[in-house]
């Protein structure tokens, strides 16, 4: 909202983890007009009840939300870029399949290639490169450490 000025109309697309970060977005942004599209790999979508809700809010606010496994089809025509951890806390001994199953949803500039032409990009962090690439992390287009910045005033 403090980037583009508002939030109706943006698509937001999230490329990993079907993790509880994911779904703190799906409850919330049909309600604020934003379209979402969604990428995970097989086995790591996002809970079903949720995307259920997901699914009624998105009908009740008309806004449009994808699923799909492709990171590009997620990515296209798509305001914000958003990852998270693919490895989070109680799941390290799941480090090697997760990065076997991620391989392909790195976010990078390629990715970025197919989103609007005012594509940014957030990451609650930390981040780890295998999630997003240095050239997009770094890039002026990420506003990961504003978003940090406004993460500590609500903590």
Known sequence: Q?????????????????????????????????????????GFEPDLRITKITEQNSKEYGTKLLLTTDPLEAADRANVLVTDTWISMGQEEEKKERLKAFQGYQITMQTAKSAASNWTFLHCLPRKPEEVDDEVFYSPRSLVFQEAENRKWTI
């Open 2 to 42: 403090e980037h583009f000025g508002g939030l109706k109309g943006l698509t937001i697309a999230w490329i990993g983890d079907g993790n509880n970060v994911l779904q703190s977005f799906m409850t919330s942004a049909a309600k604020l007009g934003m379209h979402l599209r969604i990428a995970t790999p097989r």
